[in-house]
């Protein structure tokens, strides 16, 4: 589990946006808030219960990447992917041509910080496609 002071203090605490969640996986108390890295471009996004606080979806996009990463709640990973298919939305793609790639607890919250910070090193290398 994460919790969002967690994800909120890796992430420098920079909120740029955020609003209702308006899929139906997480429920009717589901919302998002977007972070900026320290050069202003939005990276991160949080989705979270705003009555508990419980997060279900941890979201970074390199900027100027073509890298994303992601931690979720696997308890709602059923409830995601049957509304993945409803929409017609290819579950856990970030855009396209590029799918978040599975990150631990630990490893997402060190992703947070470092690239919130601009920080790429630590981030592994992508594969390059022939």
Known sequence: MI???QILTAGGHRIASGSEYLWHCYGPNARYIDLNDVAGSEYLSIIFDCKNYRVYDVM???PGQDQAFRWYDSEFCEAYVA???ARSVT???AWDGVTYEDAAPETILAYAKDVGELYYDDLPIPAIPY
């Open 60 to 62: 970074i996009c390199v």
């Open 3 to 5: 919790t969002l002071e």
């Open 83 to 85: 509304e993945c298919k």
């Open 91 to 93: 579950p856990g793609q």
